[in-house]
């Protein structure tokens, strides 16, 4: 079993940066791809991104390509998810998820999930 925590969540004003944290554990989390998803109210979970802990591979959903950017730091078990420029319309729930499908956005195959951070963009 794998298991997620989020962090880094929080209020900042449009056009500035915030990046979260996914810190990972578990026997077979290095199988794993980590993806990020964010969630506003009223609207549907969403896919971002993900990055495969092997090698470290990436990919975007099209409309955060340049404006997010993931990594990981294998020694810390933890994957990020660094956020510039953004709009208040990236207000969201952020969530990490653990998925043994590379490349996939789709929900259904990530089996694992975190509780979720909060971010907040103030206009």
């Known amino acids: 079993q794998v298991q997620l925590v989020e962090s880094g969540g929080g209020l900042v004003q449009a056009g500035g940066s915030l990046k979260l944290s996914c810190a990972a554990s578990?026997?077979?989390?290095?199988?794993?791809?980590t993806g990020w998803f964010r969630q506003a109210p009223g609207v549907e979970r969403e896919f971002v991104g993900a990055?495969?802990?092997?090698?470290?591979?990436?990919f975007y959903r099209d409309s955060f390509k340049g404006r997010f950017t993931i990594s990981r730091d294998a020694a810390k078990n933890t994957v990020y998810l660094q956020m510039n420029s953004l709009k208040p319309e990236d207000t969201a729930v952020y969530y990490c998820?653990?998925?043994?499908?590379?490349?996939?956005?789709?929900?259904?195959?990530?089996?694992?999930w975190g509780q979720g951070t909060q971010v907040t963009v103030s206009s």
């Open positions: 578990g026997r077979t989390n290095r199988e794993y791809a």
């Open positions: 990055i495969t802990w092997s090698t470290g591979s990436t």
């Open positions: 998820a653990a998925s043994k499908s590379w490349p996939t956005a789709l929900i259904r195959m990530y089996d694992y």
